[in-house]
């Protein structure tokens, strides 16, 4: 069974805690912002967000709420390979954050060209983005895992900078084959598959024979993305990090 996690003092309610309402009702937050939710609530959500996402893939609410209610296999596999493997299991453990409040952006753009934490600086200013913008898991039922879902979309900036990628929709088609390739995540398989039908003929073809290929190639000779302990590594040189991964120069 799992147990109710409360991080915040239950509220009485005609004689009747938070906490005590939750479990008539047989929902038990798991962590801050969770909304416990049924296997039909699950597959009515996943169909209206993966509308929505297809309709308007800048929809990042609509992205997120499709990753969390279709990976329900995906999400225990990279989990587990985490577990196996020393870094990514010291990143279980501590849990790092990346966002503005974690970042020493001074320090990092000080750093010197060339290197993880100038060049992730350099992706967030040259396409006006922020780490902050990362949506925080609600519908992951299993506190564990929505870490795991909180950390693949704070580095997803990080794969960005790593396969040199923009934030474009032809940049994010690429980052999407890479991560469906890397994580089995349906909602990065479904982005790879039909984003391509918003681009042009002429990027479609660059696409299909250049990026894409470069892509999975790419995804499926790197070893896990989220064990990587990206924090410890803003010194290390995106061209050596790419090497030690397993990530192909860019084309």
């Not at 709420?65 to 196996?84: F, I, Q, S």
Request: glycine residues 8%.
């Amino acid at each position: 069974g799992r147990t109710c996690v409360s991080h915040s003092e239950p509220r009485a309610r005609d004689g009747h805690s938070q906490e005590e309402e939750e479990e008539e009702e047989g929902c038990y937050r798991l962590y801050p912002g969770h909304i416990p939710t049924s296997p039909l609530q699950k597959a009515l959500l996943a169909a209206g967000s993966a509308v929505m996402a297809l309709y308007d893939p800048y929809r990042h609410d609509m992205v997120a709420v499709l990753g969390e209610t279709t990976g329900c296999l995906a999400l225990p596999n990279l989990r587990d390979k985490m577990k196996h493997h020393p870094e990514g299991y010291r990143i279980l453990q501590e849990r790092p954050r990346i966002r503005l409040s974690t970042l020493d952006m001074t320090r990092l753009r000080g750093l010197p060209d060339g290197t993880l934490g100038r060049e992730y600086v350099r992706f967030l200013e040259d396409n006006k983005v922020s780490p902050d913008t990362r949506m925080p898991p609600k519908f992951v039922d299993d506190e564990e895992l929505a870490y795991v879902i909180q950390r693949y979309r704070e580095v997803h900036d990080m794969m960005h900078t790593l396969l040199g990628m923009p934030t474009n929709m032809l940049g994010e088609v690429v980052v999407k084959w890479f991560e469906a390739v890397q994580t089995g995540l349906p909602m990065c398989v479904l982005g790879a598959a039909f984003g391509p039908i918003h681009l042009s003929a002429r990027k479609l073809q660059v696409l299909a024979t250049e990026l894409v290929p470069w892509a999975i190639r790419s995804g499926l000779n790197a070893s896990c993305i989220l064990n990587v302990y990206y924090e410890q590594r803003w010194e290390q040189s995106v061209e050596s990090l790419r090497e030690e991964i397993g990530i192909f120069p860019p084309p």
